[in-house]
Structures are given as structure tokens and as C-alpha cells.
């Protein structure tokens, strides 16, 4: 093949709806790739990071040294992991990536060694305000096609319970202003949530697969109990069922509960799921490809895993962006050892701004055929959105303690 070199590296902020960090390189054969480097509420700080200190040192290297690449600016860096850090290496990964396929002419996966599975099965976000509300939406998404189904519900005395929507607002955890604060009670979720699984059971029978998001509230004595108490209902997964960057934790949870455990949509390296992949402490493992460096270290993530029998799920929220969205799915179908993939359908306005090639059919997913990674950027489009500061939620407990949101 013919040499090549980066020529051109810039970054892209745009906010239709939300904010996006979206590298773009281009190269001397007049190739270009693009990755996601999106951090949800820090996301001037992956564009600082990649202005000034990423691009400089790409411009002139040979982009098919994707590894190399890889290990010049994790190793090389001498400051190592970290969200900011690594959601700048993997937006320069999958550019990399996007630009070897697009060269190559074949779709991303066929160069991670082909497909081994017809299509990726993607599981939904539904909920309510109540019981009955959260029902109808289940209903809803089973129409839609959808496989399996994340269900999350207010809780008697918690409106602003996690995963519904705020107001009449859809469920979209970023707001301008400073961050929004919502009360959070332990105490009357763990009496309330296996009611609301156990409804949802109870109304669409056993096999549909469910799926339910702690995120990261519980201790792990509480986060144990919580599992327990929900074994009759038999979820696909409880996911980050306490704060994900104590390992240990899982260890206690697991000795008290057979519920399949999720975890790492915040994780951003393989040593932050070391311990709880070789201990076999979790069942499916979250990272995305914009959070933990991209597809070169994901898939480093998800070989280790395979030999303890622990399966991805990668993290698919719509704060991360089609770019993100559509290199999973070629991940995806190309990982032996996947379990699901999160998918949380990015408004219109951001599907337009970022034209892809992956389709959603039936309640399964698809990359499509175009070569590379088959999503683009439409620089002027996207020069319409500019950036907005935006802030996650915190939560407070009911006296006021700062809790995990
Ligand atoms: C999920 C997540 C998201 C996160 C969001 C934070 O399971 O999809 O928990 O909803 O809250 O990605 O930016
Ligand atoms: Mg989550």
C-alpha cells in the first residue's frame, strides 16, 4: 500500500441539543477519518487536550500506525489514563481506524476479522413517572422491535428519580446553567424498585429480557440486598450497582446475589476492570469505545474478558455521538464474547449533523456496508450548533449530603 501521512487534524465542537468533541484527520492520499472524543459536561476539556498538546504530535506520522499510535500517546504522555486522556486517544483511534478501512475500501469490521453475528441486538431505555406510565412505554418499545428493555421509574416521594424524564422534557441528563440538584432516598428505592421489576415481569411474562440501572447509589451491602431481592425476576443485568471505582466492593455483592452484575460505562482503562474481570465479580463489561481509549484498547478490554466469560455491553447514551455509535456496532459484530449493546436514539437534529451508515431494524442494529466506519461529520451543519456549557445533574440526599448522581 501506498505511504501516507496525517497532513491535517482538527476538532470539531457542536451542539445540536447537545454537545459534541468530534476529531477529524486527514491524510496526504486524501483520506479522512473521524472519531469522538465526547466527555458529557467537560467536553472543552478533550478539545483543549487535543488542540494543544494531540494534534502537533500527529501531524506527519504514518496513520496506519494505529498501535503505535496508540502507545505514543498513552505511554508516551507520561500522565497515563484518565477520562479527559483517553477520550482524546480514542477520538485519534477511531479516526485512525475509520481512515485503515476507508483505505482499505471495506467496512471497519471486516478489518477486525469479520462479523460473528448476523446483527447486534440493542436493548432500550424505558420509563414513567409511575408504574402504569412505565408499562405503557415497555408496550411502546416491544412495537418498536426491541429485544431487551431497561426499565427505570420515579419513586413514590423521588420524582427526579435517575432515568426519567424531567418535567415534560425527554429523558436527557444535561442542562445548561449550573447543575441541576435532585433529592435522592436509598431507603425508599430499595423498597420501591422490586415492585416496579416485579411489575413489569409480572405484565410482559418471563422471557423478555430486562435490564436496571443503580447508577452508582448503593452501598455494596444495600447493592447486595437490592440483587437478592430482585433473583425471582431474573434481570439481563443490575448495572453499576455502587460506585464503580471500588473493586472490592463487587466481591461482597456477589458473594450475596446470583443477579447478573454490569459495570464501567465510567471506566476508561483496562486496570480499572482488572480485578473485577479476573475475580469474575461482574457479568458484562460497560465501557464504551469514546470512554476507554477507543477500539484499540476495547478490544484489548474485551479479549481479557472473554477468558473469564464476562461479555461486553457497551455504553450507548446519547452523550456520546453517532461517530461512537456507529464504531461499536463494528466492534460489535466482530467481538466474540459481546452480550448487548446500550441504544439510546440520538435526536434528529444530531442523526443530521452526523450521516450514518448504521440502520436499526426489528429491535437489532446493523453498521451497514460503507467503507470505514460509515458515519461522517457535517462541518457545516454542525458550525449552525455552537457549543453550550452543559452540567449533569447532582443529587442530594434528603438532609442534603451530596450523594452520587
Ligand atoms: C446509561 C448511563 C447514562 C449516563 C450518562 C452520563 O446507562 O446509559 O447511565 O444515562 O447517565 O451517560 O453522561
Ligand atoms: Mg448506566
Known amino acids: 500500500m501506498q505511504e501516507s501521512k496525517i497532513i491535517d487534524a482538527k476538532v470539531i465542537v457542536t451542539c445540536p441539543g447537545r454537545n459534541f468533541v468530534t476529531l477529524k484527520i486527514a491524510t496526504s492520499d486524501g483520506i479522512y477519518g473521524v472519531g469522538d472524543g465526547t466527555l458529557n459536561g467537560r467536553e472543552l476539556a478533550v478539545s483543549a487536550y487535543l488542540q494543544e498538546h494531540v494534534i502537533p504530535c500527529l501531524l506527519g506520522r504514518d496513520p496506519d500506525r494505529i498501535e503505535d499510535t496508540w502507545q505514543y500517546l498513552y505511554r508516551g504522555a507520561y500522565w497515563r489514563r484518565g477520562p479527559v486522556t483517553m477520550a482524546a486517544i480514542a477520538a485519534v483511534d477511531m479516526a485512525l481506524w475509520d481512515i485503515k478501512a476507508k483505505r482499505a475500501n471495506m467496512p471497519l469490521y471486516q478489518l477486525l476479522g469479520g462479523r460473528c453475528r448476523e446483527h447486534v441486538t440493542v436493548y432500550s431505555h424505558t420509563n414513567g413517572h409511575d408504574i402504569p406510565e412505565l408499562l405503557d412505554s415497555v408496550a411502546k418499545h416491544i412495537e418498536l422491535g426491541y429485544k431487551a428493555i431497561r426499565v427505570q421509574c420515579a419513586i413514590p416521594g423521588v420524582p427526579d428519580a435517575y432515568g426519567v424524564p424531567h418535567g415534560d422534557k425527554p429523558y436527557e441528563p444535561a442542562d445548561s446553567g449550573i447543575p441541576r440538584e435532585e433529592v435522592w432516598s436509598t431507603p425508599k428505592y430499595l423498597n420501591f424498585a422490586p415492585k416496579m421489576i416485579e411489575a413489569v415481569r409480572t405484565k410482559f411474562g418471563p422471557d423478555l429480557p430486562l435490564l436496571h440501572d443503580a447508577h452508582h447509589r448503593l452501598t455494596p451491602i444495600e447493592a447486595a440486598a437490592l440483587g437478592k431481592s430482585l433473583e425471582d425476576f431474573r434481570l439481563f443485568w443490575l448495572e453499576d450497582a455502587t460506585p464503580a471505582e471500588d473493586q472490592q466492593a463487587f466481591r461482597l455483592i456477589r458473594q450475596h446475589t446470583t443477579t447478573p452484575l454490569a459495570v464501567g460505562e465510567v471506566f476508561n482503562s483496562i486496570f480499572d476492570c482488572q480485578q473485577l474481570i479476573s475475580e469474575r465479580l461482574i457479568d458484562y463489561i460497560r465501557a464504551s469505545l469514546t470512554h476507554a481509549g477507543g477500539i484499540t484498547h476495547m478490544r484489548r478490554i474485551a479479549s481479557f474478558a ?29 467481538v466474540p464474547n459481546f452480550g448487548i449493546q446500550e441504544h439510546m436514539p440520538h435526536s434528529a437534529q444530531t442523526d443530521e449533523v452526523f450521516p450514518h451508515a448504521y440502520t436499526f431494524n426489528n429491535g437489532y442494529m446493523h453498521p451497514g456496508e460503507r467503507s470505514g466506519h460509515g458515519v461522517d461529520i457535517d462541518e457545516k451543519l454542525a458550525a449552525r450548533f455552537p457549543h453550550k456549557r452543559m452540567y449533569l445533574p447532582i443529587a442530594r440526599l434528603e438532609d442534603g449530603t451530596l450523594h452520587n448522581w
Open 306 to 334: 472473554d477468558l473469564y466469560s464476562v461479555r461486553t455491553g457497551c455504553h450507548g447514551p446519547t452523550d456520546v455521538s453517532p461517530i461512537c455509535m456507529g464504531a461499536a456496532l463494528h466492534f460489535d459484530l466482530s
